[in-house]
């Protein structure tokens, strides 16, 4: 009991010194009648908010750099949603959380911000205004409203593969399309200037037993770059459990491949 205490306050004291984390939740309204009814935001000029734009802030040990705009993000990962737990609790940029809005929290991106998000399981798409800081789950790029979820058809898995790209007022979501023939996705594991020194990080991993390693060369602005990767990566638990592999075996700067 007293272990659990002290963690709670623990919990307490990091929500009191970074931003993110929210208040005490009221109970969730019944759902409206439709949920896929319920329209998508359209991006329009918006002031940065006042809260939840500090140029960092930290949470749990790790600390988070907020972009100074959203124009030009682009990112592939692993999405998830939060609902009734945090219904009707304060958002990090000071509104109150709705899980029946198109809304969403990220950790960097400016508040607020608009965003499409394409589940690349199914093809579906939604677009979303972000408002709150999160997901802090390693490996989590965005956390949806459960609407935006149910949208996506993800609210059953929890979890799902999307592209999340940043919408401003002069731009049009994309249209849909269909899903790409693979879903899957890959983890990087170091890049270097040489590919002795790549092929050594791959023998490392490969005698870890991390399976499915190789070594891309990309040319980035006339240098020449060997890419370890990991993949490919077919589902959200084996991402997760490719990342904590990769984590303990020191390679703290582990991250999904951008291309």
Same mark, same amino acid.
């Given at each position: ?5 002290? =963690? ?15 208040? @005490? $939740?009221? %109970?969730?309204?019944? $759902?409206?009648?439709?949920? +896929? ?15 939840? &734009? ?15 705009? =959203? ?18 609790? =304060?958002?990090? &940029? ?9 809304? /969403? ?6 508040? %607020?911000?608009?965003? +499409? ?13 972000? &408002? ?16 935006? /979820?149910?949208?996506? !058809? ?11 790209? =940043?919408?401003?007022?002069? *731009?049009?979501?994309? $249209?849909?399309? @269909? ?15 040489? *590919? ?11 005698? +870890? ?6 070594? #891309? ?11 370890? #990767? ?10 997760? #459990? ?10 703290? !700067? /582990? +991250?999904? /491949?951008?291309?």
């Amino acid at each position: 009991m007293r272990l659990a205490k002290a =963690a709670l306050f623990l919990l307490f004291l990091a929500g009191c010194s970074s931003q993110p984390y929210r208040t @005490p $939740p009221l %109970p969730p309204l019944p $759902p409206p009648g439709d949920i +896929q009814a319920i329209p998508e935001p359209i991006p329009k000029p918006e002031r940065r908010s006042a809260k939840g &734009n500090p140029p960092f802030y930290t949470v749990l040990g790790k600390r988070y750099f907020v972009m100074d705009k =959203a124009e030009g993000y682009f990112e592939r990962g692993v999405a998830s949603w939060y609902g009734p737990g945090f219904h009707a609790s =304060a958002t990090s &940029n000071g509104e109150r959380y709705d899980m029946y809005a198109m809304t /969403a929290a990220h950790k960097t991106l400016p508040l %607020p911000a608009y965003v +499409q998000v394409t589940n690349l399981r199914n093809g579906r798409s939604v677009v979303v205004r972000v &408002n709150d800081r999160g997901p802090f789950k390693d490996g989590r790029i965005i956390d949806l409203s459960y609407t935006a /979820a149910s949208k996506l !058809d993800m609210l059953k898995d929890g979890t799902t593969f999307v592209e999340v790209r =940043a919408l401003t007022p002069e *731009q049009k979501a994309a $249209p849909p399309t @269909p899903p790409p023939a693979s879903a899957a996705l890959y983890l990087q594991a170091g890049a270097f200037a040489t *590919q002795s020194n790549a092929a050594r990080l791959q023998e490392q991993l490969r005698g +870890q037993g991390v399976e499915k390693t190789f070594v #891309r060369e990309d040319v980035v602005d006339g240098r020449t770059l060997y890419r370890v #990767r990991v993949g490919p990566i077919p589902s959200v638990n084996e991402f997760d #459990r490719v990342l904590a592999r990769l984590r303990s075996l020191g390679l703290t !700067d /582990a +991250q999904l /491949a951008a291309d």
